[in-house]
């Protein structure tokens, strides 16, 4: 069951906890963008290697932001197919 937003930035990004997972939920993209299809995340715990890692392998990196009020940091990339994917660091607090 998912019960409340866990992380929203705007109408672009909403972030649901449902059990161990997270879901989040992308808009359609602001004027002149357009995103067919949804975003699938993986969440990483050093973000940096990660996209060491990617761009080592010759992968585009795209849009990266996040880290503000307490919300994730992430980096968007495209699989072969054009499919966004996208990677997401938390802090830990506590």
């Known amino acids: ?9 705007g109408n672009e990004w909403a972030q649901f ?4 997972l997270k879901i989040g ?10 995103r067919v299809g949804g975003t699938l ?3 990483v715990t050093d973000l940096d290697a990660s996209k060491a ?3 080592a392998q010759g992968v585009a990196l795209g849009h990266e932001g996040g880290g503000e009020r307490l919300g994730p940091r992430f980096v968007e990339f495209a699989d072969p197919d054009g499919n966004v994917l996208a990677l997401f660091e938390y802090e830990e607090h506590g």
Do not use: C, Q
């Not at 939920?25 to 357009?34: I, N, Q």
């Open 53 to 55: 890692k990617l761009a």
């Open 17 to 20: 906890s449902a059990g161990p």
């Open 41 to 43: 995340a993986f969440t």
């Open 1 to 9: 069951m998912i019960d409340v937003i866990d992380y929203r930035a």
């Open 25 to 34: 939920l992308h808009g359609t993209g602001s004027a002149g963008e357009s």
